[in-house]
């Protein structure tokens, strides 16, 4: 009882700072998000065995080019392409039994693997969420509480149905306790919450919160699956313990860094088609 009790109260905890942040002055919203990346960062190094200074710099140097110069739409593909790509090449690798940094590599081919991972997934991921509430050229913090209540929605779905109804594992290899059913519920939830969101927030249509839900559920999913083959290679069960009774930043924040650039290129090109 008294694990649950601190686990609601660590989740409230982030979910306020999250919410406040978004309702802040956007270069407080910035440095906020930049801290959050830091944490993340310094939490995958660790799973990574890597201790560098370099992932911050990069960090820093991306936020910076990324809000504070105007580079839509060229410099945001260019940076979108491979992020995309190693997100699915990620994916795929759910499906290998390989370790993705395999000791039979040669020193050099694993570090730049590393870095590959660290630069087009975890970075990228902070700077297009960052991106997301920007995505209608002003900055729009609606858009993106709306995709945080879908991420929450969906692992709050997941967990409920998984938990009191799931019999069928859905990678038993990678998180055992993950189930088909949950998933179904997950997306689900997320669904029913994307149309109580129109209902407060109409920069969207209807048919768009609800693409935005599957997107979230689907690809946040796939995104905390990526982070628990991460973890299983590493020989740990948690990313840190800054939230107590949730783990690290990197276990909350892992669907929806995962999940980010795909929402982000969704958004674009309803922008650009409407």
């Known amino acids: 009882m008294n694990d649950l009790i601190t686990r609601a109260l660590s989740g409230l905890l982030y979910s306020l700072i999250i919410i406040i942040t978004l309702f802040i002055p956007k270069e407080w919203f910035f440095g906020v998000f930049f801290i959050l990346g830091c944490l993340t960062i310094f939490e995958f190094l660790r799973l990574l065995k890597i201790r560098s200074f370099l992932p911050y710099i990069i960090l820093a140097g991306l936020f910076i080019i990324f809000n504070y110069f105007s580079l839509k739409p060229f410099g945001f593909i260019l940076f979108l392409l491979p992020s995309l790509v190693i997100n699915l090449v990620l994916v795929f690798d759910l499906f290998s039994a390989k370790n993705i940094f395999s000791n039979k590599d040669s020193q050099k081919k694993r570090l730049k693997r590393r870095y590959a991972c660290i630069i087009f997934y975890l970075i990228s991921g902070f700077v297009f969420l960052t991106q997301i509430a920007f995505v209608t050229a002003a900055y729009t913090p609606q858009i993106l509480i709306g995709i945080f209540i879908l991420v929450w929605a969906n692992d709050t779905f997941a967990?409920?149905?998984?938990?009191?109804?799931?019999?069928?594992?859905?990678?038993?290899?990678?998180?055992?306790?993950?189930?088909?059913?949950?998933l179904i519920g997950g997306i689900i939830g997320a669904v029913v919450t994307g149309f109580i969101i129109f209902t407060f927030v109409k920069i969207y249509s209807v048919s768009i919160w609800i693409f935005l839900s599957i997107?979230?559920?689907?690809?946040?999913?796939?995104?905390?699956?990526?982070?628990?083959?991460?973890?299983?290679?590493?020989?740990?069960?948690?990313?840190?313990?800054?939230?107590?009774?949730?783990?690290?930043?990197?276990?909350?924040?892992?669907?929806?860094?995962?999940?980010?650039?795909?929402?982000?290129?969704?958004?674009?090109i309803i922008h650009y088609v409407s």
Do not use: C, W
Request: charged share 20%; hydrophobic share 40%; aromatic share 12%.
């Open 159 to 182: 967990y409920l149905v998984g938990k009191n109804f799931g019999k069928n594992k859905l990678m038993p290899g990678i998180s055992p306790k993950k189930t088909i059913e949950g």
């Open 215 to 268: 997107i979230v559920s689907v690809f946040g999913t796939i995104g905390d699956l990526v982070q628990s083959k991460f973890k299983r290679q590493a020989g740990v069960k948690d990313s840190g313990t800054i939230m107590p009774g949730h783990g690290g930043l990197y276990d909350r924040l892992d669907s929806i860094l995962f999940a980010s650039p795909f929402i982000y290129l969704f958004l674009e």
